[in-house]
């Protein structure tokens, strides 16, 4: 597999403006567009191994070290294979991830995302899908699985359905849905344990 923009699925961004920038106007931002923009060049040199090298050099890593204002959000599996900071070409504090197999999106994920926007000044949220995710292969077999695990195909089980008429490969139409929808938000939550 290549990871590449091309062959993973970029599938949601969402500019947030108004309400957002008004919750901590102190926040510097980057405009989604622009944010987007370095994504995609980040990518690129990624896919052409021209990958920059020796991050975090020692000026980034003061100037992350108080404060943080990452340029997007990246919602995305949890797959080794697909790190953002690595397929974008981006060093520390330049992303806020939240990942989970199946891109999975609960109360914790929305959190950590409404802080990012809120309080980071994020203003670009990327779910990322890509190709052959153990996650949303699991939902499409069906059945079921060990442990927590089950918890994720259940999760996932919407996308599938929702994809099911879809003409073409079931595994890829699977991804593009559950990134496409609130994936999660149908599923079990994870809720606090308490004694
Ligand atoms: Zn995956």
């Not at 999975?104 to 670009?124: F, K, P, Q, T």
Request: glycine share 10%; proline share 7%.
């Amino acid at each position: 597999m290549k990871p590449s923009l091309r062959s993973l699925i970029l599938l949601t961004s969402l500019a947030f403006s108004g309400w957002a920038i008004a919750a901590d106007p102190a926040a510097p931002s980057v405009p989604a567009d622009e944010a987007l923009s370095r994504l995609k060049a980040g990518n690129e040199r990624f896919a052409q191994s021209k990958v920059s090298a020796g991050q975090p050099v020692a000026a980034r890593r003061a100037a992350t070290a108080q404060t943080q204002h990452p340029f997007a959000i990246i919602v995305g599996c949890a797959d080794s294979r697909t790190a953002p900071e690595i397929i974008f070409d981006q060093g520390i504090g330049d992303l806020f991830v939240v990942r989970t197999a199946g891109n999975l999106v609960d109360d914790y994920a929305l959190g950590s995302i409404e802080y990012a926007v809120e309080h980071l000044g994020s203003r670009l949220i990327v779910v990322l899908g890509h190709e052959r995710c153990g996650a949303v292969t699991a939902a499409l077999a069906g059945g079921s699985a060990p442990g927590h695990i089950e918890s994720l195909v259940r999760a996932i089980q919407p996308a599938v359905a929702a994809s099911k008429e879809m003409k073409g490969d079931p595994l890829a139409n699977a991804v593009a849905t559950a990134a496409s929808i609130p994936a999660g938000s149908s599923g079990p939550r994870n809720e606090p344990r308490g004694t």
